[in-house]
C-alpha cells in the first residue's frame, strides 16, 4: 500500500501545484517528454515549456520535504519524444537536474515503457532464447564428443579388460560399431553407446596384414573424402577379409583386385598403403596421428549440423533461376559463381578482379554477421567496406611494387660431408599427384634423380608420405 499512496500524494502536489494540465503521473503519451526515476520507477508527463519544467522541480522538492524521501535526481533520467526541439532536451535537463537517456531501460527484464512497434522491442527476448537453445545444444555435442571417447577406448584397446566385459555382455557376436543397446542396458552401456554414431562417421581401418578387416562394411581405403567401396557387395565375400586381396609377399593382388572391383574402387585399393608386417588397427579420419580426441569429434557434429542446416533451410534453387530477373540484376545469367569469379578474376582489368574480390570478401563477412550473431547489417555499409578494400588493397599493392627486391627465397643447405641429401616435392592436380626426387652430395654435385606419378589420393599428407617412400625404394 506504500507505493500507491505514495503515487497519489504525488499526483495530489502535481494537481495542487499547477495548474498545467499536461503534468500528471499515469499511462505513456507519445507526444511529451517524461521523467523517469530509476529506484521508484515514477514516471511523469509534462510538455515541453520552461514554466513546466521548473514547476515539477517545485513539485517534486515541496514532495520531498514533505514525505521525507529524498528524490535522487543524478539517478533519475529524461527522455524525449521524437517531436521534441533538441535545444528543449538541454533546457529541461537542465532545470530539472537528471540526465538525458535514449529510453527507459529495462527492469526485471523487460522494457519499462511500451511503444507500437512491440515486435522490435520484444526482439531481444526471442534472441536470448535462441542464445540459450544454442547453449544447450552446445552442451549436448560436447557431451556427445566426450562419450565418444569412451567408445574410441573400447576400439583401440580391444584387449582391456573393460573392453572384454563389455563385448562379452552386450556384443559378443559383433564389433562394437555394430553394437545395439540391447535389453535392460547399463547406464554406463547406455553412455557409451551414445557416442557410436560420432565415431561411425569419423573411424577408418589402417591397413596392416588385412586379417582382421572386413572387406565390405568398413571403411578401410586410404581416401579420407569416402574410405568406403562403391563396388556392390558379392554374397559369397560377405564376410572376406582384406588379407584375401593380398599376395604372400604383402601386395595387392593386382588380378584379384581388377576382378572383383569397379574401376573406381580399383585406382582407390591400389593407392592404399600396406604395413604387412603390423595388425590392422582403427584410425580417426583427418588427424596426422589417426587419434580420435574430443575437440575433434565436436567440430565432426558441428559440421554436420551446419550442411543439416543448410540443406533444411534452403531448397527452393530450381525456382531461384527461374526467376523472371532483369538482366541488369542477374549477373550471374544462368552461370555459376565459380564460373563468374573465373571470368573475372581471370581478366587483364585487374580492377575488375579486385572489386571482384573485395565484394566477395564483404559478402562472407556479412554473411557471418547475420548467422553468428543475428546481425541486420545496411546495404550502403556494405558499400563502404568495399570500397574501404579496395583502397587498402591498391595502396598496399602499390608500396610492395615501389620497394620491392628480387631475392632467391629457396635456399638449397647442404648436407654433413661424406653425405648426400635427397629432396622431394609433389604437386597435386585433378587427375591425380606428380612427384619428384633429386639427390646431391654435399657439394651440390648430381647424384640421381626420380619422378613418377600417384594416382588417386588428393590429400597432401598422404602424398609427401608416399613421395618419400617412393624416393626411398
Known amino acids: 500500500m506504500v507505493r500507491p499512496l505514495a503515487r497519489c500524494a504525488l499526483q495530489g502536489v502535481y494537481d495542487r501545484g499547477t495548474h498545467y494540465p499536461h503534468i500528471f503521473s499515469s499511462s505513456v503519451l507519445k507526444d511529451y517528454p517524461y521523467c523517469y526515476n530509476r529506484l521508484r520507477h515514477e514516471v511523469t508527463f509534462m510538455g515541453v515549456t520552461q514554466n513546466e519544467a521548473l514547476t515539477i522541480k517545485e513539485c517534486l522538492e515541496l514532495y520531498s520535504a514533505a514525505s521525507g524521501q529524498l528524490i535522487n535526481f543524478e539517478m533519475s533520467n529524461a527522455v524525449f519524444s521524437f517531436k521534441t526541439h533538441p535545444a528543449m532536451h538541454e533546457l529541461i535537463s537542465r532545470y530539472i537536474g537528471v540526465q538525458i537517456a535514449d529510453d527507459l531501460g529495462q527492469y ?83 553412455s557409451i553407446i551414445a557416442g557410436q554414431e560420432i565415431l561411425k562417421m569419423g573411424v577408418a581401418r589402417r591397413i596392416g596384414d588385412g586379417a582382421d578387416t572386413r572387406i565390405w562394411g568398413w571403411g578401410w581405403l586410404s581416401d579420407d573424402s569416402n574410405p568406403y567401396l562403391h563396388t556392390p557387395c558379392i554374397d559369397e565375400l560377405r564376410d572376406a577379409r582384406v588379407s584375401g586381396l593380398l599376395t604372400a609377399e604383402g601386395n595387392w593382388d593386382t588380378d584379384v583386385v581388377r576382378d572383383i572391383f569397379v574401376d573406381n574402387d580399383v585406382q582407390r585399393i591400389l593407392a592404399t598403403l600396406i604395413s604387412f608386417i603390423f595388425k ?121 611494387v615501389r620497394g620491392v627486391t628480387v631475392t632467391n627465397a629457396a635456399v638449397w643447405n647442404p648436407p654433413p660431408r661424406g653425405s648426400l641429401k635427397c629432396n622431394v616435392d609433389t604437386a597435386i592436380f585433378s587427375g591425380g599427384v606428380g612427384f619428384g626426387a633429386v639427390l646431391r652430395d654435399h657439394t651440390g654435385r648430381f647424384v640421381a634423380a626420380k619422378s613418377g606419378r600417384i594416382e588417386d589420393t588428393q590429400d597432401p599428407f598422404m602424398v609427401e608420405a608416399i613421395a618419400a617412400k617412393e624416393a626411398l625404394t
Open 108 to 190: 526485471l527484464g523487460l522494457p519499462s515503457v511500451l511503444g507500437r512497434n512491440k515486435t522490435a522491442i520484444f526482439r531481444y527476448i526471442e534472441e536470448k532464447i535462441r542464445e540459450r537453445i544454442g547453449m544447450w545444444q552446445h552442451k549436448l555435442l560436447s557431451r556427445a564428443a566426450l562419450l565418444a571417447k569412451q567408445g574410441w577406448r573400447l576400439l583401440i584397446y580391444p584387449e582391456s579388460m573393460v573392453s572384454r566385459l563389455l563385448k562379452a555382455k552386450y556384443f559378443s557376436n559383433s564389433e562394437f560399431l555394430e553394437a545395439q543397446i540391447g535389453n535392460n542396458p547399463s547406464y554406463l552401456w547406455r
Open 280 to 400: 590392422d588397427s582403427w584410425r580417426w579420419i583427418g588427424d596426422l596421428r589417426g587419434k580420435y580426441t574430443v575437440k575433434q569429434g565436436y567440430h565432426l557434429l558441428m559440421n554436420n549440423e551446419r550442411r543439416t542446416d543448410e540443406v533444411e533451410g534452403f531448397n527452393a534453387s530450381k525456382k531461384l533461376w527461374t526467376l523472371p530477373i532483369p538482366p541488369k540484376v542477374d549477373i550471374l545469367q544462368g552461370r555459376s559463381l565459380p564460373s563468374v569469379m573465373d571470368s573475372i578474376l581471370g581478366d587483364s582489368d585487374m580492377r575488375k578482379a579486385i572489386a571482384m574480390a573485395a565484394i566477395v570478401d564483404v559478402i562472407w563477412l556479412t554473411r557471418n554477421e547475420i548467422v553468428w550473431r543475428n546481425a541486420s547489417p545496411a546495404i550502403l555499409a556494405m558499400h563502404n567496406k568495399v570500397h574501404a578494400l579496395q583502397t587498402a588493397w591498391q595502396e598496399t599493392f602499390s608500396s610492395l
